[in-house]
């Protein structure tokens, strides 16, 4: 016995199967007329100008949080929570590869408010270290991105894997410091003011440059691959980290040569 498909019927007499759609009831077409008509995506593939824009933003959250935290004197109180808070959204969104604008500039304002404690500690300390540190790192990320533009030197996924690891690595050694320091004055001498603390902390900017060339590699390949436009806060957040982690570094280093006034 043949079978009947209840959308399609199998006509023909020549021997050749011919498929024909039945006729659509006056209920379907009613439900087809009154269907929204097509339209075209709304998402846009991610341009230059785009991470630019995100970038000046989320950088700007960054700068003007640090700026309050500075001139209100947020105590360790406030600076330690807003410094866990934006580890955990900074971990959320480079995990998860989140595009979410309220986790990136919530990750920008605390750790903004983290970095104007910071600083203002320095300067009190070492007065114009903070001034030092900031064009330091703008001549770092202007000297990494020349190094990029005249393609002097790009990141093969060789390289990629290896300044992956070498970070993770970094932050391992850094993190048993840390824990050496509850039992030992100065750890294991990685952030002391000495030959290997000095080592340390070349090593740590030299990743940090490594992370800006990685970080303009995959802008470049996600303009080029039409990624959509909403990836633009990814990038500008993983820029916003590569700074934040020269100039915390690059402060450091100044320290280790500056007299106390």
Not at 50 to 74: P, Q
Not at 95 to 113: E, H, M, R, V, W
Not at 149 to 155: E, S, T
Not at 205 to 216: A, T, V, Y
Request: net charge neutral; proline share 5%.
């Amino acid at each position: 016995m043949e079978s009947r498909n209840p959308i399609f019927s199998r006509r023909g007499s020549t021997g050749q199967q011919q498929w024909t759609s039945a006729t659509p009831s006056v209920q379907q077409l009613d439900a087809m007329y009154g269907a929204p008509s097509y339209a075209p995506p709304t998402s846009r593939p991610m341009t230059i100008d785009d991470v630019v824009v995100r970038g000046f933003m989320t950088l700007g959250a960054l700068v003007v949080a640090a700026a309050v935290s500075w001139y209100m004197d947020f105590g360790p109180g406030i600076a330690i929570p807003a410094m866990l808070v934006g580890l955990v959204l900074g971990l959320i969104v480079s995990f998860k590869q989140s595009t979410n604008p309220a986790l990136i500039l919530g990750y920008a304002l605390c750790y903004g408010i983290a970095i104007g404690y910071i600083s203002h500690a320095y300067e009190l300390r070492f007065n114009g270290i903070v001034l030092q540190a900031v064009l330091g790192t703008m001549v770092a990320f202007g000297g990494t991105l020349a190094v990029y533009a005249l393609k002097i030197f790009r990141p093969t996924p060789k390289v990629t894997k290896f300044v992956i690891a070498a970070g993770f690595a970094f932050v391992g050694l850094a993190l048993l410091n840390l824990v050496a320091g509850f039992f030992v004055d100065g750890g294991l001498g990685l952030r002391t003011d000495s030959p290997l603390g000095w080592l340390f902390s070349v090593v740590a900017i030299l990743l940090g440059c490594f992370f800006l060339l990685l970080d303009f590699d995959q802008i470049e390949s996600g303009v080029r691959a039409g990624v959509p436009e909403r990836y633009s806060w990814l990038m500008a957040f993983g820029l916003t980290l590569s700074l934040v982690w020269l100039y915390l570094e690059i402060l450091r280093f100044i320290s280790y040569f500056t007299n106390n006034d």
